[in-house]
Nanobody
Framework: QVQLEESGGGLVQVGGSLNLSCTSS????????MAWFRQAPGEEREVVAA????????HYADSVKDRFTISRDNTKNTVLLQMRSLKPEDTAVYYC?????????????????WGKGILVTVSS
């Protein structure tokens, strides 16, 4: 059973920074496109950032461009999300997810594996 486990969430003040980490147990991690999603209360889940299997292609939601950075370390089976200049509207449960094939797109539909999610709260 593939597991994705998020860590690094918590409470941060407006304008602050937070780094999320996702560790995967999948054997063929390098064949997966990885993404971070988030879901705020009462809102639909949205893709925040995605990274291709070799870490050469990226996608960011318009709302986080220039503030969030996604990266991956294929030697450690991890995906990171560095979040800066956080805003109250960034408050959400953040999910790590992986999709076989390694490619990414703006929607990241059909993810094969999901983490349980981790809460990020931006306090004003």
């Amino acid at each position: 059973q593939v597991q994705l486990e998020e860590s690094g969430g918590g409470l941060v003040q407006v304008g602050g920074s937070l780094n999320l980490s996702c560790t995967s147990s999948v054997v063929s991690f390098t064949t997966y496109g990885m993404a971070w999603f988030r879901q705020a209360p009462g809102e639909e889940r949205e893709v925040v950032a995605a990274i291709s299997w070799r870490g050469q292609k990226f996608h960011y939601a318009d709302s986080v461009k220039d503030r969030f950075t996604i990266s991956r370390d294929n030697t450690k089976n991890t995906v990171l999300l560095q979040m800066r200049s956080l805003k109250p509207e960034d408050t959400a449960v953040y999910y790590c997810a992986g999709r076989k094939g390694g490619y990414i797109d703006s929607n990241m539909n059909g993810m094969d594996y999901w983490g349980k999610g981790i809460l990020v709260t931006v306090s004003s």
